[in-house]
């Protein structure tokens, strides 16, 4: 998701709208009608082109969106998707490989779920996806700076030495996060439950993140200097950007 903002979100909550795209239709009736039942608002697509189409007609405040789709992809819908406006993406996949997770990871879904799946924990993914894409009242909403980046919570805003950054929702806000505790070691799992507000999940969804995150941020992802890996703990934004970087792997965090 990039920040431009041609097409505003217009709720995050009950009565947001939801694009469900998969060419099972019983899979997409199951999955309409629990959200419909939740209170959400409703499109359905059977393929790419017609999601496309459809989003274009009602911008969705969030697409459940099938990888596995025919013709085009759900990869390929969801980049095509991101380069119009921002919008959140739950993936489904009929695989549980780890390779098919990650790819849908690394092109900017928000969240997955591996078919067959409960209905009503998708209810619940959608429901965390679209309350962590406005700022939680909580949270303080000034602007955010340390070694040459700058976050603006409020318009969903960041730099890096004045130059605008591409960020995903999540990107965005696991950015923020880190400039709010500097100095502070966070495990996956803690990042998991404050990030994504969830108290279960794979993982490997923060370790991607993070790597994509890195890759936006740092001068060479290859050796970060902002945001560190504490071997066998997790990991630590250095807002000075001058800390020797933990070479353990990201998988090891």
């Keep these: 998701m990039e920040q431009q903002q041609p097409h505003p979100q217009a709720g995050a909550g009950p009565g947001a709208r939801v694009l ?3 060419d099972d239709p019983t899979v997409a009736e199951v999955v309409s009608g629990y959200l419909d039942r939740a209170g959400y608002v409703v499109d359905r697509a059977g393929d790419g082109p017609e999601a496309l189409a459809r989003a274009a007609a009602h911008w969705p405040d969030l697409v459940v969106l099938d990888l596995m789709l025919p013709g085009m992809d759900g990869l390929e819908v969801c980049r095509r998707m991101r380069g119009q406006g921002p919008v959140p993406v739950i993936m489904l996949t009929a695989r549980g490989d780890e390779d098919d997770r990650i790819l849908g990871l690394e092109v ?3 969240d997955y779920v591996t078919k067959p799946f409960s209905p009503r924990e998708l209810v619940l993914r959608v429901e965390s996806v679209l309350r962590r894409t406005r700022p939680g009242p909580a949270q303080p909403q000034g602007t955010l700076r340390a070694a040459g980046l700058s976050v603006e919570p409020a318009a969903r805003r960041a730099t890096k030495n004045r130059a605008e950054l591409a960020l995903t929702i999540r990107e965005f806000d696991l950015l923020a996060f880190f400039l709010r505790h500097p100095g502070r ?3 996956r799992e803690d990042l998991m439950r404050e990030v994504w507000g969830w108290d279960f999940g794979d993982l490997s969804t923060v370790t991607v993140h ?8 740092e001068d060479d992802p290859a050796r970060p200097q902002l945001i560190q890996t504490v071997w066998g703990v997790g990991y630590r934004f250095d807002a000075t950007g001058t800390a020797t970087p933990d070479p353990a792997p990201d998988g090891e965090a």
């Design 185 to 187: 070691v966070f495990s």
């Design 20 to 22: 469900v795209v998969d």
């Design 210 to 217: 993070v790597r994509r995150l890195r890759g936006k941020v």
């Design 108 to 110: 900017g879904a928000d």
